[in-house]
Every structure is written in C-alpha cells, then in structure tokens.
C-alpha cells in the first residue's frame, strides 16, 4: 500500500484496515492499531520505510488512545529504495530483512557457492526443509563445523529452538550444493531422501531468492557478490560446475551433453568452432552437431558430412520384394 501510493500517512493506513474484512472478524480495532504500530516500527527498524516522526518506542505497551493520537496526526510515511524493492520481489521483509544482513557481513567472511546457498535455505520461503533422520544428525553437525567459517546466516545456539531448524536449512543446502557439482536424482534421493519435484521446488525457490539477494546487494552497493550470486543461479538452473557454464550457452546442450564435449577437450565456444563436423558427430549425433556448427556461425552441408547410412526398413521396391 505504501509502496503503491495508495496510502501515504498512518491515518489513511488506518482507515484502510478498519474497512477489511479482517478488521471485521478481528473485532478489537484498539488491538489493531497496536498491531499496525508495531508492524510499522519494525519496518522502520529495518529501514523499509521512513516516517515524518520517530515511530519508535522503547515501551511494551501502548495504550489504544496513544494510536488513535498518532494515527490523527497524519504521520507520513514513505517506503525507501530497500523497501520498494522488496515489495517488488515479493520476498517478506522478515527474509529481506535477514538477507540485507548476509550482504553485509560478506565484507567479513571468505564466501564460497555454499554461503549464499544456505543463506537463502534459511528463510521462511525455503519450507518446509528436508528432514533430519536420526542417523544424519551427527553427519549435518559435522558438515556444519566444516562450513561455519564462511556461513552468512546468524547461527542459533544448539540450546535454542530454532537451531534444529537452522540444522534442517544446512542439509537443504548441502543437497542443493550435491546439485551444483553435477549429482544425479538417484543420488540425490538415495542420500538427501529428496524426490525430484521436490528437488525442482527447492531448486526454483532457491533461483528466486539468490534473484533477490543480487539485487538487494546491488542497492547496498555490494557489487563484487552479484556476480558470485548470478553465477550459483546459472548452475543450480542447470546442476552443473562452472567450467562448463560456457557450453551451456548452446541451444540443446544440457548438463549431460555439456560434460561429454568437456571430457573430449571441447570446453567454450571456441573449442566448438574448431572441432572437426565428424568429431561432433559421434559425440552428439549428425542433425546436433549440424545445429550447433551453425549456432556458431558455421555452415555445414548435410552431404559432406561423412556417417554412417541407415538402411531403409521394409519394402523398397516391388522388385526387391
């Protein structure tokens, strides 16, 4: 709303809400107003949105009449650069909010793919996270301690309650990360027990959250990470290591095809245009390697290519019959 510009002070936030079918239910409008107050100062805590006066208070409670006091003050209230565009991303503030504070503590840590992936898997929009079957914990604890040095997320204490949780977002990320280095589904459920539409959830939550840490990182002035952060993006879409990001850019070449050429010394763009026709040919097939010569500006007569004929089945002439 504020974002919009549809209301622009907390008088009109007010009147709004009180015009809902959920203030209709909820029924206590003085609960309400404490509720929109409270949401409004965090927002300011987060610098989403700036106000007219300090909405903060140090209290725990504020009497109804104090809301409706400032309420009729018209305090005006503006959304900032950092909380127009998370409104356009469509990721809640609380996950931008934690997002913002990984970006900032990059500056601090030696950051690896793993960062920033267990970063995003810590979220609210990343739930529900894969399990934890008793016989893993030890294992996840493990790889936890091996990862902590460059982990951008707060890490609870193992006392707190939420750390099973953050327990939960660190398997996520390893199976996310097994994804990346080019592992199989079967392998993938055989170690993480995660079936392949919800590997492919996780995998389009994960593209659309590091989609918004690069560009929360761009408003922050954090350059040097969008880059690190497109580059995960380009190999979770395709679950392959970056050395072969380049063959990627191939219309027909996936994963698998992307690391037969690699394995055969044909590793970017380059190395394609001056492979010789045959060589692709029995490495992708006649019409692939026929396309892919022409997507880089080659053109290959059908003819030259040397193959093997394919005999035609069945009956070729009355004769021959």
């Excluded at 002070?9 to 209709?24: L, R, V, Y």
């Excluded at 909405?55 to 309420?71: C, G, Q, R, T, W």
Aim: with cysteine.
């Amino acid at each position: 709303l504020i974002v919009s510009g549809l209301v622009k002070n907390i008088k009109q936030i007010m009147g709004f809400f009180e015009k809902t079918f959920w203030a209709h239910q909820f029924g206590d409008m003085d609960r309400l107003y404490q509720i929109i107050i409270k949401v409004l100062k965090l927002l300011d805590d987060y610098e989403f949105i700036v106000t007219e006066k300090d909405l903060k208070d140090d209290s725990d409670f504020v009497s109804a009449d104090e809301m409706k006091k400032k309420s009729d003050d018209d305090i005006e209230v503006k959304a900032t650069l950092l909380g127009q565009r998370t409104s356009q991303l469509y990721i809640d503030p609380l996950t931008a909010n934690e997002l913002i504070k990984g970006i900032k503590r990059t500056k601090d840590k030696q950051c690896i793919d793993f960062s920033f992936i267990q970063l995003v898997c810590y979220t609210l929009e990343m739930r529900p996270l894969l399990n934890i079957r008793v016989k893993e914990m030890e294992d996840i604890q493990e790889k936890l301690n091996y990862y902590e040095s460059s982990l951008l997320s707060h890490q609870p204490s193992m006392y707190d309650s939420d750390y099973e949780e953050y327990l939960r977002s660190v398997k996520t990320s390893l199976m996310l990360n097994e994804w990346i280095n080019e592992k199989d589904e079967e392998y993938i459920l055989e170690t993480y027990n995660a079936r392949p539409g919800e590997i492919r959830v996780k995998i389009d939550n994960a593209d659309w959250l590091l989609y918004g840490t690069a560009e929360l990182a761009k408003l922050l002035k954090c350059h040097n990470i969008v880059s690190h952060v497109d580059k995960i993006r380009y190999r979770l879409k395709y679950g392959v290591r970056e050395e072969l990001l380049p063959l990627l850019k191939l219309k027909n070449i996936g994963r698998v095809r992307a690391r037969k050429l690699y394995k055969n010394k044909i590793n970017n763009i380059g190395d394609v245009k001056s492979v010789d026709i045959t060589t692709l040919v029995q490495l992708l097939g006649k019409a692939l390697a026929i396309d892919i010569k022409r997507q880089v500006g080659e053109e290959v007569i059908e003819a030259d290519v040397k193959g093997k004929k394919r005999k035609r089945k069945g009956q070729v002439s009355l004769l021959d019959y």
